[in-house]
């Protein structure tokens, strides 16, 4: 029974980096490039929301809807300042150029709200369920609900919308598809508008399920599903999702049968681990390449 437990809240905290990794597969899906910012937008979504309950006292979905809004249009500036005009150099400079990203939008974050860490407010009470001996709280069903809606509607918007295939056609030739007459940078902007959109979703939440947030909240949960997303395949969406949720699992699994102290230690082990076995991923595909 302890074991059921611990895969449930496995499985809702895997949904929640699984949002972030779908993100960061996204972008390097269409521009080949880890977006190690992305964590911070996740961050910044958890504050939105946060300043939305606080000020505006808005509900759940507002809240989500708007820290949604405000993070892609985020993403979209950052990328039209910060990458858009390092597409063409060497991967190793937009890596770092992504790492400075990350510092600045944590140290602004910090200077404007101050380093002490905020309790998120309380949106709706706390109930827990016993189904066969497993409990599950309304705020874990709540989680999958939302991972559930937004992957089914990313879905379709890749699989049945016209940018959704103009996003499949700049991942496979960039080149190419600006031939076919398709617009790679309205594309590539709207990947990074997609992508920061979930990573705020899963800030809020986090935001409720522990309710703690502060500036530098991004960082590991960034890293852990930037190894998701290597788990499951860097660029393959359900790999993403399939990352996220083996991380989720595996994280909770050692705090329940081992020890709290290597929840972290975990995620690097896996990725060392992968690397080792299979460095394209569970659902990953060696490529040939031309040279």
Same mark, same amino acid.
């Given at each position: ?26 972008? /390097? ?12 937008? /996740? ?6 929301? $946060? ?37 063409? *150099? ?38 827990? $369920? ?6 599950? *709280? ?71 399920? /522990? ?48 020890? *709290? ?31």
């Amino acid at each position: 029974m302890e074991f059921l437990q611990q895969l449930v809240n496995g499985l809702a905290l895997g949904s929640i980096y699984a949002l972030i990794a779908i993100g960061y597969t996204m972008v /390097y899906g269409i521009v080949q490039l880890i977006n190690f910012a992305h964590g911070d937008i /996740y961050m910044i979504g958890a504050f939105v929301g $946060f300043f939305a309950v606080v000020k505006y006292g808005l509900p759940f979905l507002p809240t989500l809807l708007l820290a949604m809004l405000v993070c892609s249009v985020l993403g979209v500036i950052i990328e039209k300042i910060a990458y858009r005009p390092l597409r063409n *150099s060497p991967r190793i400079t937009a890596l770092i150029t992504a790492i400075g990203v990350s510092l600045f939008l944590e140290n602004v974050v910090r200077w404007r709200l101050g380093p002490d860490p905020r309790p998120f407010p309380e949106l709706f009470s706390v109930k827990v $369920f016993s189904l066969g001996g497993v409990q599950v *709280s309304n705020v874990q069903l709540l989680i999958f609900g939302v991972a559930l809606v937004l992957i089914v509607i990313l879905q379709f918007i890749i699989y049945r919308t016209r940018i959704g295939k103009a996003m499949r056609a700049v991942s496979q030739d960039q080149d190419a598809a600006r031939l076919m007459g398709i617009n790679v940078d309205r594309t590539i902007s709207v990947t990074f508008a997609i992508g920061s959109a979930l990573a705020a979703a899963a800030g809020i939440l986090v935001g409720i399920a /522990y309710p703690r947030i502060d500036p530098y909240m991004g960082i590991l949960p960034g890293l852990k599903a930037f190894v998701a997303a290597v788990l499951g395949g860097i660029g393959i969406i359900p790999g993403a999702m399939l990352g996220g949720l083996v991380m989720g699992v595996a994280e909770l699994m050692v705090v329940g049968f081992w020890s *709290s102290d290597y929840r972290d230690a975990i995620a690097f082990a896996i990725l060392i681990i992968i690397l080792l076995i299979k460095p394209t991923g569970i659902l990953g595909k060696n490529q040939s390449e031309k040279v």
